[in-house]
Nanobody
Framework: QVQLVESGGGLVQAGGSLRLSCAAS????????MGWFRQAPGKEREFVVAMSWSSSSTYYADSVKGRFTISRDNAKNTVYLQMNSLKPEDTAVYYC?????????????????WGQGTQVTVSS
C-alpha cells in the first residue's frame, strides 16, 4: 500500500520557521516528481512547490518564493519543505503529493498519490 506521511506541522509565530517532512512507503518515489500543496480554511487547495525526481527542475508559487525551500533525499524516500519567515497567511493544512515521471506540474489533478496533511498555524 502506497503511503505518504507528513510530519512537522505545528503552531509558530509570524517570522518563525518550520520544517515539514514527507516520508513515502509502499513504493519507490525516486522516479517521481514530489510536490507540496496547501489548503486554508474556506479556500481551495493551492500549489506550493514541486521538484522533479532528478532535482533538476523546481517550481515555487510566487507567494512562497524566497521563503520556502523544497529538498528530497531519495535514499530515504523523503521530501522536505523548509519554511522560513512564516506569515499568518501561510496557515493551512499542508499536503505532500507525488506524481509519476519527471515533469513538474502545478495542478493537483496531476498528482497520483497524496498524504493526509499536516496543520501549520502561524500566529500574528
Amino acid at each position: 500500500q502506497v503511503q505518504l506521511v507528513e510530519s512537522g506541522g505545528g503552531l509558530v509565530q509570524a517570522g518563525g520557521s518550520l520544517r515539514l517532512s514527507c516520508a513515502a512507503s509502499g513504493r519507490t518515489f525516486t522516479r517521481d516528481t514530489m510536490g507540496w500543496f496547501r489548503q486554508a480554511p474556506g479556500k481551495e487547495r493551492e500549489f506550493v512547490v514541486a521538484m522533479s525526481w532528478s532535482s533538476s527542475s523546481t517550481y515555487y508559487a510566487d507567494s512562497v518564493k524566497g521563503r520556502f525551500t523544497i529538498s528530497r533525499d531519495n535514499a530515504k524516500n523523503t521530501v522536505y519543505l523548509q519554511m522560513n519567515s512564516l506569515k499568518p497567511e501561510d496557515t493551512a493544512v499542508y499536503y505532500c503529493a507525488a506524481r509519476r515521471g519527471n515533469a513538474v506540474v502545478t495542478r493537483d489533478s496531476g498528482y497520483d498519490y497524496w498524504g493526509q496533511g499536516t496543520q501549520v498555524t502561524v500566529s500574528s
